[in-house]
């Protein structure tokens, strides 16, 4: 069993920045890819970034290309989503999600355990 715990989420002004961690229990973190989710209200919950499990592939959504940047340590058993350039448009909770299939997929069903969520607040 994998357990996620997400943190670092808030209130951010556009423009603003801010650093979303997820702490994985379990041996097996560093075997496979993690993924970065988002669901606003009344929306379905939507692939932000992903990365494979050395980290050495990255995918990301358009909407937040060259201004997400996702990373892992897995001495620390630790994801990161580094977000930079808010937008009133990134507000939503975010999510962590672990893959245990082989591949670093991008659809919600292709994920196994999730964390709780963090939410994240952009003011306009």
């Known amino acids: 069993q994998v357990q996620l715990v997400e943190s670092g989420g808030g209130l951010v002004q556009a423009g603003g920045s801010l650093r979303l961690s997820c702490v994985a229990s379990g041996r097996t973190f560093s075997s496979y890819a993690m993924g970065w989710f988002r669901q606003a209200p009344g929306k379905e919950r939507e692939f932000v970034a992903a990365?494979?499990?050395?980290?050495?592939?990255?995918y990301y959504a358009d909407s937040v290309k060259g201004r997400f940047t996702c990373s892992r340590d897995n001495a620390k058993n630790t994801v990161y989503l580094q977000m930079n350039s808010l937008k009133p448009e990134d507000t939503a909770i975010y999510y962590c999600?672990?893959?245990?299939?082989?591949?670093?997929?991008?659809?919600?069903?292709?994920?196994?355990?999730w964390g709780q969520g963090t939410q994240v607040t952009v003011s306009s």
């Open positions: 990365l494979s499990w050395s980290g050495g592939s990255r």
């Open positions: 999600a672990l893959s245990r299939g082989l591949s670093v997929p991008t659809t919600t069903r292709e994920y196994h355990y």
